[in-house]
């Protein structure tokens, strides 16, 4: 397989941070080809390539760490088959949510830019944290501006949380961003977001969803398994920096 095949450049994760980004586009790594990834970010001065590995792929995930890939992150993938105890009961405690307003923007923001410090942009610290802070600032706003099908947002009596929901599809739905203000964590606002966004894709007849979160963010999943979400999926996230790669590797 040639370099060209096995990763990319790209295009609005360089803009948004400042310098070359990449990310491994085959589903498997030789320890060759693993090697062949860091001669092309080094020759092209990518800064940073990402590698999504499947869970049980563990010769991958020796071959990606041996090149001198940091671990980043575990991805795991939940689905929600439509139930409707479970739409009826999540539903119910959703009085206090409604789509969203041109009005609650702001709030939004303030809210995003302190909400999704779990994600493997955070845990990386070599993204700089100002702009991991308006990464999901302008991710809420987009799907605000019609990236999503509809944001709702959980008001008392401002913006306390909002929740993003997309269409795939006839009958297939995903949760995109669930975040909530940290001065509203613990009082049920999170309860009340997935349940009134699974009453929305019910009532439009799309009986399967699925949300992404991190391994380690324990309260979200445990959000999720409430309200009738299974594990479909468990990968891993690393990040190669190949300037660190080869200091490592002349260590």
């Not at 090697?35 to 990518?46: D, N, Y």
């Not at 992404?212 to 999720?224: C, F, P």
Request: glycine share 10%; proline share 4%.
């Amino acid at each position: 397989m040639e370099t060209s095949d096995l990763c990319e450049r790209l295009q609005w994760d360089s803009t948004f941070f400042g310098f070359p980004v990449g990310r491994v586009v085959s589903r498997s790594l030789s320890p060759a080809e693993a090697g062949r990834v860091v001669t092309w970010a080094t020759r092209e001065g990518v800064r940073c390539v990402y590698c999504l590995v499947d869970g049980g792929d563990v010769e991958t995930h020796h071959a990606v760490e041996q090149a001198g890939f940091r671990f980043a992150d575990s991805r795991v993938q939940l689905e929600w088959l439509h139930d409707p105890a479970i739409v009826t009961a999540a539903g119910s405690a959703a009085d206090l949510v409604g789509p969203c307003r041109d009005a609650d923007h702001p709030a939004l923001a303030r809210i995003a830019r302190n909400a999704h410090d779990q994600s493997r942009f955070y845990r990386d610290r070599h993204f700089p944290r100002e702009r991991c802070d308006a990464l999901y600032e302008q991710w809420i706003l987009g799907d605000c501006a019609g990236a999503a099908a509809v944001v709702l947002v959980a008001r008392s009596p401002a913006p306390v949380g909002y929740v993003s929901c997309h269409v795939r599809g006839a009958a297939c739905g995903s949760i995109g961003l669930l975040g909530v203000a940290s001065t509203a964590r613990r009082r049920g606002v999170g309860q009340a977001l997935v349940g009134s966004a699974l009453a929305w894709f019910a009532t439009r007849g799309i009986g399967s969803v699925e949300i992404i979160t991190q391994g380690h963010n324990v309260e979200a999943l445990r959000l999720y398994q409430r309200n009738g979400f299974r594990t479909r999926a468990v990968k891993f996230w690393w990040h190669l920096w190949p300037t660190l790669a080869g200091a490592r590797a002349g260590a």
